[in-house]
């Protein structure tokens, strides 16, 4: 069996989802989403092959946000110990390549120029949220963990105690 965490709001418990179904579900319903907004947004492109490009656009976009998430909760579950060990440095670099990212987006944006390099600024801005947003939940597990782990007593390359 598959041990969801599960929290209560206002007396109703809500599971999380599984991550084969987030990496399934959500980009589908992403994709409906994308193609029934751009063909209110857009009505005289009501053709099937616009409506085609924009679910395969949907699809695509909603790949990328919810497979990230999805595989950091396989990594959550499988790995967890090394995980809450290493997330704040997980969170720190990534704040910092997204840091530079927006400052050069801002450096492009006042000097009016948009090349290749602002492409990927853009990119690492967005992953960076992703990623930041799969490893939200870890300051929840260091709460589980044994107070020896959670204080980080024991070594994250042998698992041996520190001297």
Known sequence: MDRRESVTYARVSVKSLRPKVLVTVGPALFAI???VGFWIALPDSGEAADLGWWLLV???????LFGPIAAAGVIRRRHSEWLVRHSVWIQWY???A?????GY???CTLHRLFDGLALIAMLITFL???????????PKQIEKLPPDLALGTTSSSHGQPKP
């Open 33 to 35: 989403a994308m193609a």
């Open 58 to 64: 949907g699809a695509v976009c909603g790949l990328a």
């Open 94 to 96: 990534t704040s910092a």
């Open 98 to 102: 997204m840091m530079l990212a927006l």
């Open 105 to 107: 987006l801002i450096a």
């Open 128 to 138: 960076g949220a992703v990623i930041r947003i799969a490893l939200g939940e870890v």
